[in-house]
């Protein structure tokens, strides 16, 4: 064949590309994808400010192609609203990864399983055992009883003049609550090395579960692992179900023995419940997927939403005082933060606010288009089988949205007008429509809580030698979005005095 000839073809193949083009359906802007891979350079180390950064240069709404999926990311509150609320019905189920499949879980999970009967029982589950109003009001005292432990082993580093790993402590007061939750049971004590494991686990099953994974983009490869992100999927995975199987298996011999007095009145001992009984269907996997998903987002969020605002508040001197003050003019200086104050601290929820907008807990929500339909939003199709991407980190840095977008201002929430819980779409650190977290209210409780409890008790300095510029902001991608360092500081007798008013 000649060169006129080769010249020929392609032009006749370029000419039917672009008029195929021409005649598609009009896809959101977005970076022209390379052949095979697409746009999955574009990613980086830190997929959730990379994507933040096009969203600047091609709009609120973009299409990029890693490897053969479709994927719509959203960066603004108003399309996030489209998606999430007015089309929830369109975008049913979150996207399988390669992690997900570890053990099955993605068979079984509630944060996995399409929007379907399965997921919906599960759900109800959840929230008549664990979450309702009346399950939580009756389950104060068990978090004040985690609480007077935290303050305690604060109390004693006070008196060694003993710098505090935050995030241990945290994590600490978290898991312990929601083992108590789950299984009446303390699963790591302070300053014992108790928890480091656990730590390991929690924070490896966020890793993996958030990490960018080339068997997601190119199923072919998925007989390799060549990242290797499957296979710690299997080893954290399995640690976890190998410790709720041992409880399990405990607590069945317990029941059959009649040894459980008192009754135990947790999580466990419900599931095993309706497992017998006939109104629902409930397997021993599904118990312990459950319990799995439960256990990993119950300590994962409050430990990091604690550790930055702590952070943030070490970091601005004036803002921990202003919040001291509230506390001692609210609380008194000789009592206990109770749950039913949280409503009279107008400042300490704005600071909580603040951090979820500033440091998310997760950087973004994910759903995958249902069906083989096509969808319109903002004048753009989305493709079907499409992945959406709501970039949370990116709104939350939306400087349209938020003035002075890069500094930690609790001010901006004093009006009280954006809450947390769905409705406000320019702050959704715990989703929106049918799929938000079923734990918000029990976490909402947490985190005030612990905070409350740290700032009001004692005044605070970071360890030796580290200056307020010096204070490590990095991030660790993942899931969730930890502190890369942890924060470290001293507690110290309180000093500050109690005054009338904030202003």
């Known amino acids: 064949m000649d060169l006129i000839s080769y010249v020929l073809i392609f032009c006749l193949i370029w000419a039917s590309f672009h008029f195929l083009k021409s005649n598609s359906p009009k896809l959101p802007p977005g970076p022209y994808p390379l052949p095979i891979i697409g746009n999955i350079l574009e990613l980086g180390q830190n997929p959730h400010k990379s994507l933040a950064k096009l969203s600047k240069i091609y709009g609120p709404i973009m299409h990029l192609k890693f490897g053969s999926i479709n994927t719509i ?12 609320q007015k089309h929830d019905y369109a975008f049913p189920t979150r996207i399988t990864t390669a992690a997900t499949q570890a053990h099955g879980h993605h068979k079984t ?29 009756a389950s104060r005292g068990l978090r004040h009883a985690k609480l007077q432990k935290l303050l305690k082993y604060v109390q ?105 007095s008192p009754r135990k009145d947790d999580l466990l001992q419900a599931l095993l419940q309706i497992s017998q009984g006939s109104e629902y269907e409930l397997s021993r996997n599904d118990i312990n997927h459950l319990l799995l998903d439960l256990f990993v987002a119950g300590t994962d969020t409050t430990t990091i939403t604690v550790e930055w605002a702590m952070t943030e508040l070490l970091s601005n001197p004036h803002l921990l005082s202003k919040a001291k003050r509230e506390l001692l003019a609210i609380i008194g200086e000789n009592k206990q933060v109770e749950e039913y104050d949280i409503s009279k601290l107008p400042y300490l929820q704005a600071i909580i606010k603040e951090t979820f907008r500033y440091h998310p807990p997760g950087p973004y929500i994910l759903r995958c288009k249902d069906g083989n339909e096509e969808l319109e939003i903002n004048n753009y199709i989305i493709p079907h089988n499409a992945l959406i991407l709501v970039n949370i980190w990116a709104i939350g840095r939306d400087p349209s949205v938020w003035p002075n977008q890069n500094s930690f201002e609790p001010e901006r929430f004093l009006s009280g007008e954006i809450d947390i819980k769905g409705h406000n779409f320019e702050l959704i650190p715990f989703g929106a429509g049918r799929r938000i977290c079923p734990g918000l209210s029990l976490a909402y409780r947490m985190v005030h ?44 007798e309180r000093l500050i005095k109690p005054v009338l008013h904030i202003s």
Not at 73 to 84: C, D, F, H, M, T
Not at 109 to 137: H, N, Y
Not at 468 to 477: I, N
Not at 480 to 492: D, E, I, N, R, T
């Open 156 to 260: 004693e580093c006070c008196v060694n003049g003993k710098a505090m790993d935050i995030r241990e402590a945290a994590f600490v007061t978290s898991l312990n609550l929601i083992s108590n939750t789950l299984f009446s049971l303390d699963f790591a004590e302070y300053n014992t090395g108790s928890s480091q494991e656990l730590q390991e686990i929690v924070h490896g099953v966020m890793r993996v579960m958030g990490s960018p994974n080339l068997v997601d983009y190119f199923p072919i490869l998925g007989w390799f692992d060549p990242q290797g992100i499957k296979r710690e999927a299997e080893y954290y995975f399995g640690k976890l179900l190998a410790i709720f199987d041992g409880i399990i298996n405990q607590r069945q011999l317990e029941m059959e023995q009649n040894l459980v």
């Open 449 to 492: 809580l612990m905070l409350a409890s740290l700032i009001h008790n004692f005044d605070w300095k970071l360890e030796s030698g580290i200056k307020l510029e010096e204070v490590d902001m990095t991030e660790k991608f993942g899931l969730s979005l930890q502190k890369a360092v942890a924060l470290k500081a001293v507690p110290l």
């Open 73 to 84: 990311v959203v960066s603004s509150p108003e399309i996030a609203k489209e998606i999430l």
């Open 109 to 137: 999970s509630v944060a996995c399983l399409p929007a379907g009967s399965q997921w919906r029982i599960l759900r109800k589950i959840c929230k008549e055992q664990m979450f309702s109003t009346q399950r939580l009001d």
